[in-house]
């Protein structure tokens, strides 16, 4: 939280449930800016990653959330990070 980005940035999640987690979806949602953008990541070896360019936004302040999704189509939200997008 807090953290200053800039550039290309990696998204990380775990997220696992009984019957099976079918997809995972980064929300970045501007705080200071009205610019929202939804990532879909892909499963790895150490969970669920997305890349983020944070050049195709604005610099200021985002909130960013994973979206778990499971095999019936039911939802569940990571509690939210901040980060300040700076980018000469």
């Known amino acids: ?4 980005v800039s550039g290309n940035y990696v998204l990380a999640a775990g997220a696992s449930q ?3 987690v079918e997809k995972v979806d980064f929300q970045v949602t501007g705080v200071t800016l009205r610019h929202e953008v939804v990532i879909t990541s892909g499963l790895s070896e150490i969970g669920w990653l997305a890349y983020w360019n944070t ?3 604005p610099n200021g302040v985002y909130t ?3 979206v778990a999704q499971d095999v019936f ?3 569940a939200r990571s509690a939210p990070v901040l980060v300040h997008v ?3």
């Open 86 to 88: 700076d980018n000469p």
């Open 73 to 75: 189509g039911q939802t």
């Open 55 to 57: 050049k195709t936004a």
């Open 1 to 4: 939280a807090g953290t200053v």
């Open 18 to 20: 009984f019957v099976g």
């Open 64 to 66: 960013i959330r994973s």
